[in-house]
């Protein structure tokens, strides 16, 4: 398909006008036929309808995925069949790649390049998950003659997956991979700034042999759709990802019906870089640490804390970088930052920015890119000088925005970068091992890389502490969450058992 140029603006081929939910194998739009805009961040028009799902259509979804976990064929299918059909959908993900990107990009505002990395993150995450599933051991314990005791690993039942806006395919992709991988069936629910991308789901699910009911997609509002799945009496999990506030409201509203949670929110990660590390890759990785994804990352180094003796140069040479990062049309293929997803996420990052104006130095950007005056375009934007107590330095701002803050010692650095309620991710740049191991270790974070930005095995686990989040998922965890272990013990031998009631007889 190819692409067109409307009034100077990249528009994708085929562009559906509305999108439905798709429940039970059918394409079919709310109950009450409600829908709400989608728009395009680069004009900022409402470009689709979408449909807006409410109580009527999750109960719909849910009774679909109950009875494909009761009665389909999916929980109990052997895991060899499963990891077939997670590798045929990895294929089609990866042979559609260019489609899902274009898709993406035009909805999100993602730069091209980037999107196009993140859809084929999505394919390997079905890869991964497919081959652990043909791999899984689970546990045995013997007693000699006495007993056997092994661990028999069933699904949990109905997941509710519930994702956010900032890379909308690939993190949809990761929980839908291990969900489908233990043998659940699902109610995915997109974020509603950009559900266009999720709209190619059921073809790509269908095609690979996924069952009628086992995947059910209901798009809506997170007050509406989001919330009606977290209180679905028939949903077991909610796999959450999204803003730490919010998941506080769903922690609550899932506490009624006692449903297993995974939740990863949001972070404000520290990037602590020492007089000792080097320099030039330093510099590298933080640019890209704060600025690729348009700065919507959820573990982005927003605050980066250098030693004093370099903090002038790091400072002077950040800015000329941060200054040269190319701000444009997100689907040019040399765009480095594209435009931000919405006018409301705009809206609320650039009122960061002004409270930075009044807390601290703004030190490149700040404002929109000349030239581009129309779209959720923004400067990458700077600021040193910072102080723990500014807003800036606490508040997750998720865009192109990075606080700078200088340091005299390692437990300077230490309280800096654990003064913060979030706990996401923490970054170091030193040549002293032993220092990067002992102050990674005490820095309040799931996730720490040393002398790196963030890359990542898919075994190892993913998943914030404090305000970042509750519980981890990644590799075998991510099954842990999605299944039961049900622990089954056998009797070698005859049980001796105080034989209660049976008076004076009370061994044999
Ligand atoms: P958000 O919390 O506003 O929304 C996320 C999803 O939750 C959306 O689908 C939304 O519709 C839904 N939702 C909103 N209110 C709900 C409710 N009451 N009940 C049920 N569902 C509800 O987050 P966002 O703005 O879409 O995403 C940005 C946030 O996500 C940032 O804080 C970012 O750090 C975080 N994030 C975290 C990770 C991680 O792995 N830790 C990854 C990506 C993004």
Not at 27 to 36: E, K, L, N, Q, Y
Not at 269 to 295: H, K, M, Q, R, Y
Request: hydrophobic residues 40%; negative net charge.
């Amino acid at each position: 398909m190819t692409s067109a140029v409307v009034a100077g603006q990249h528009v994708p081929a085929g562009l559906p006008d509305r999108i439905r939910h798709f429940i039970d194998g059918e394409f079919v739009d709310s109950v009450d036929g409600g829908t709400f805009d989608v728009l395009d961040p680069v004009s900022n028009r409402t470009y689709l309808q979408a449909a807006a799902g409410r109580q009527a259509d999750v109960d719909r979804a849910v009774n679909a995925a109950r009875l494909a976990f009761d009665e389909g064929p999916w929980p109990g299918m052997q895991a060899r069949e499963r990891n077939r059909i997670l590798n045929r959908i990895a294929d089609i993900v990866e042979s559609r790649d260019a489609r899902l990107a274009d898709l993406e990009t035009y909805d999100s505002g993602l730069p091209i390049t980037q999107a196009l990395g993140q859809a084929r993150r999505a394919a390997e995450n079905f890869r991964f998950f497919a081959d652990l599933i043909v791999a899984q051991s689970d546990d045995v314990y013997q007693v000699p003659g006495r007993q056997l005791n092994y661990v028999h690993r069933k699904p949990k039942g109905v997941a509710g997956l519930i994702t956010p806006w900032n890379t909308p395919f690939m993190l949809e992709s990761w929980k839908l991979a291990p969900a489908l991988a233990a043998g659940c069936t699902v109610v995915l629910k997109p974020a509603e700034f950009t559900p266009l991308s999720a709209s190619l789901w059921p073809e790509i699910l269908r095609e690979a042999g996924v069952p009628d009911g086992v995947f059910n997609l209901v798009n809506g509002l997170g007050e509406e759709a989001g919330d009606a799945l977290v209180r679905h009496p028939d949903v077991q999990l909610i796999s959450f990802t999204g803003e730490s506030a919010t998941g506080q409201v769903i922690f609550a509203n899932a506490a009624p019906t006692l449903k297993g949670l995974s939740m990863e929110l949001g972070g404000k990660s520290p990037a602590i870089v020492f007089a000792d590390a080097d320099l030039d890759a330093a510099i590298d990785s933080t640019v890209f640490g704060v600025f690729s994804l348009n700065g919507e990352r959820c573990t982005a180094g927003s605050r980066i804390l250098v030693e004093r003796p370099i903090y002038h140069e790091f400072v002077t040479r950040y800015v000329q970088r941060a200054k040269m990062i190319k701000v444009g049309d997100p689907h040019d293929p040399a765009t480095e930052v594209g435009a931000l997803v919405h006018p409301e996420h705009y809206a609320k990052v650039t009122d960061y920015i002004e409270i930075g104006k009044t807390e601290a130095l703004l030190a490149a950007g700040g404002g929109r890119p000349p030239g581009l005056d129309t779209g959720n375009y923004l400067q990458p934007t700077v600021f040193v000088d910072v102080p723990p107590t500014a807003r800036i330095f606490q508040e997750e701002i998720f865009g192109p925005v990075v606080a700078i803050t200088p340091f005299d010692t390692d437990e300077e650095a230490l309280d800096l970068a654990n003064a913060v309620k979030y706990g996401l991710a923490a970054y170091l740049w030193t040549s002293d091992l032993q220092r990067a191991h002992n102050l990674g270790q005490r820095i309040e974070a799931g996730m720490v890389w040393l002398n790196s930005h963030n890359v990542r095995d898919l075994r190892t686990p993913f998943g914030g502490v404090k305000a970042s989040g509750l519980g981890h998922e990644g590799g075998y965890r991510s099954l842990d969450f999605y299944t039961d272990q049900q622990a089954v013990h056998i009797s070698l031998a005859p049980v001796h058992t105080p034989r209660f009631g049976a008076g004076t007889d009370r061994t044999r």
